[in-house]
């Protein structure tokens, strides 16, 4: 996707410690519902937008970071959250270079948000419904 349509998206944690800003339009919003992201956001699935890396500016305090190499993509996926409050904040990887995926609920403004891709579809809960125009796709992203 290009990157001509600027969208200014700001957001950060619960306590305020961590601040990110980008004013690069998201490359993609996506839904997904692996077991991993489900563990990680403590709900049915996590939210995110992707935007390039060296796209966004985090500011504040310094995010801890687990290496989460329990994926099946065979890439080690990088889960950053707030050192004071937890908030899982972005995630990054080998399986998408270049990527990082903020989490759609630390934005300030999160009304913008509406994801065109739905991935790990297998590992859905069967009570989450899934609009009928979005991309589905059983695994990871094509």
């Known amino acids: 996707m290009s990157?001509?349509?600027?969208?200014?998206?700001r957001g950060g944690c619960l306590c305020g410690a961590v601040r990110y800003?980008?004013?690069?339009k998201p490359d993609m919003v996506v839904?997904?519902?692996?077991?991993?992201?489900?563990?990680?956001?403590?709900?049915?699935?996590?939210?995110?937008?992707?935007?390039?890396?060296d796209a966004i500016r985090i500011t504040g305090d310094t995010l801890l970071t687990y290496q989460d190499n329990s994926g099946s993509s065979g890439?080690?996926?990088?889960?950053?959250?707030?050192?004071?409050?937890?908030?899982?904040l972005a995630g990054y990887g080998g399986a998408y270079p270049g990527l990082i995926f903020i989490k759609?609920?630390?934005?300030?403004?999160?009304s913008w948000v509406k994801p065109s891709t739905h991935i790990w579809c297998c590992s859905k809960q069967p009570w989450v419904?899934?609009?009928?125009?979005?991309?589905?796709?059983?695994?990871?992203l094509d």
């Open 75 to 88: 890439h080690t996926f990088h889960r950053s959250f707030c050192s004071h409050c937890g908030s899982p």
């Open 129 to 140: 419904s899934i609009e009928p125009d979005a991309r589905r796709l059983t695994r990871d």
């Open 3 to 9: 990157h001509t349509n600027v969208l200014e998206v």
């Open 31 to 53: 839904v997904c519902h692996c077991a991993n992201c489900q563990k990680n956001t403590g709900s049915a699935f996590a939210i995110t937008f992707a935007v390039p890396r």
């Open 21 to 24: 800003a980008s004013n690069t």
């Open 104 to 110: 759609a609920g630390t934005l300030d403004d999160p």
